[in-house]
C-alpha cells in the first residue's frame, strides 16, 4: 500500500515551492527516480542547475545530516538518500560545469595504507558530494603518494583520510609529515576520521581537525572553507 501514496503525488502539477519541499522528502525517504524527475522538471521551469542543486538536493541533504548527527537517522537511510542524490548530481554536473557554476570545494579522500575499510569514508564523500563540494575518492589502501599526486593534480582544498584500525592510524602522520617535508602543508585542509581516533589523535599527527562522523566532516570542511574565502578576499 506504501507506493500509493507517493504515486497520488504527480510531480509535475506541484508549484515549485511544494516541488522542492516534495524533494526534501524524496531525498529523505531514497527516492531515486522520483529526485531525476524532478531535477528535470525543474530545470524545464527554467531553474539554473545552481539554484536546483542548493535549494533543492543540498536543502534537502542537509536535513539527512543533521538527522543522521541526532541519532534520527542510520547509515543504510543515509546512503540511500546520498544514492538518490547522485540521481539528481548526474543530471545537473554536466550542466554545472557548462555554466561555470561556483564550486564550494574540492577534497581528496581516501583509506590509507593497510587499510581496506570503506563504509565510512564513502558516506563522508557522498555527504560533501550532497554540500556541493567535488570529491575526488582514491578508495582503499593509499599509500602517501596516491595521496600527493591526487591533491596537486585535482589542484584540491581538502585532504580526507580515514582509518579504522588502530595499526593503520600513524600512516595519517606519515602523510601529513610528508606534505610538512615538501612545504605544502599548508596548502591543503586536512581531516581524519575513523572509530579509533579522536580529537587528542588528530591535534598529535598534525591534522587540521578530527572529525566524528560524516555531518561533522561536513560542517567542519564548510567552516573552513568559508574561512579560506574570506582570507582570499581580505
Known sequence: ????????????????????????????????????????????????????????????MTIVGQDFRDGILFVPEVLLAAGAMKGG??????????TGAPQ???????????????????????????????????GINNPVEDYLDALERENADILGMSALLTTTMPYMKVVIDTLVEKGIRDDYIVLVGGAPLNE???????????????????????????????AMNA
Not at 587528542?200 to 574565502?229: L, N, P, Q
Open 89 to 98: 548530481m548526474a543530471i545537473l554536473k554536466p550542466l554545472l560545469a557548462a
Open 104 to 138: 564550494v570545494g574540492k577534497m581528496v579522500i581516501g583509506t590509507v595504507k593497510g587499510d581496506i575499510h570503506d563504509i565510512g569514508k564513502n558516506l563522508v564523500a557522498m555527504m560533501m558530494e550532497g554540500a556541493g563540494f567535488e570529491v575526488l575518492d582514491l
Open 1 to 60: 500500500m506504501s507506493d500509493d501514496a507517493q504515486d497520488d503525488i504527480i510531480l509535475s502539477e506541484l508549484s515549485d515551492e511544494e516541488l522542492t519541499l516534495q524533494m526534501h522528502d524524496d531525498l529523505y525517504d531514497g527516492m531515486k527516480d522520483e529526485i531525476e524527475e524532478s531535477v528535470n522538471i525543474l530545470l524545464g521551469r527554467g531553474w539554473a542547475p545552481y539554484k536546483v542543486l542548493t535549494e533543492a538536493l543540498v536543502a534537502g
Open 200 to 230: 587528542e589523535f588528530g591535534k598529535a599527527i598534525g591534522a587540521d581537525s578530527y572529525c566524528a562522523d560524516a555531518a561533522v566532516a561536513v560542517e567542519t570542511a564548510k567552516d573552513y572553507m568559508a574561512r579560506k574565502h574570506n
